[in-house]
């Protein structure tokens, strides 16, 4: 598969453990070294604003997809390539899926969750093929991780856990595994 985008759900929050927002960053340069466009969640708080801000430091591009409602949540990024303001949270999963060969999650709450468990499911109903790249930051997913090898074990899911989710430690690791 040809990467020349990824979207990437992440926390609008920073989160306590420094390595977070470290990795958010080294993700971004990443992306821009690569001369990947970033499609993210628009804001400019939290993970979401280290990783956009990184990747136009080293003039990346950046498509940020930001719901009305969320505008002044999570404070909307002015300084990016695109901004697309859309109606709702399902319309911004929607166009984030459409506009990005692979998805990468970072922590974050329930929002990030949300995203990756939709195109987990969207995967496994054959809606898309895309990998899924989980950078497990300090272990911040490996109660998830456990979880989701207990519905594998319990017969639950319909593939095979390998292809469809990739858990990685550093942005390196995720770069050196995508495609």
């Known amino acids: 598969m040809n990467i020349r985008s990824v979207a990437v759900f992440c926390g609008s929050k920073k989160g306590n453990n420094p390595l977070f927002a470290k990795h958010a960053s080294e993700l971004g ?3 821009a070294m690569l001369r990947l466009q970033l499609v993210y ?10 990783l956009a801000n990184a990747v136009l430091e080293y003039e ?14 999570e404070s909307q990024h002015n300084g990016l390539t695109e901004l697309v303001v859309v ?4 319309s911004r999963k929607k166009m984030m899926y459409e506009k990005s060969d ?4 970072l922590p974050g ?4 969750l949300d995203e990756m468990f939709e195109m987990l499911t969207w995967n496994q109903l054959k809606l898309h093929d895309k990998k899924i790249y989980i950078l497990n930051s300090d ?8 979880h989701i090898h207990v519905l594998q074990k319990e017969n639950f899911l319909h593939d095979k856990l390998e292809e469809k989710i990739i858990f990685c430690n550093t942005p390196i690791e ?4 995508i495609g």
Request: aromatic content about 10%.
């Open 102 to 105: 692979a998805v990468i999650v």
């Open 109 to 112: 709450g329930f929002g990030t």
């Open 87 to 90: 109606p709702d949270m399902h």
């Open 29 to 31: 340069r990443l992306i």
């Open 174 to 177: 995720v770069f050196n595994r």
């Open 60 to 73: 990346g591009k950046v498509v940020g997809i930001i719901p009305e409602v969320l505008i002044n949540w």
């Open 139 to 146: 272990g911040f997913y490996n109660h998830l991780i456990n």
């Open 41 to 50: 969640g628009g804001g400019s708080k939290g993970l979401m604003g280290i």
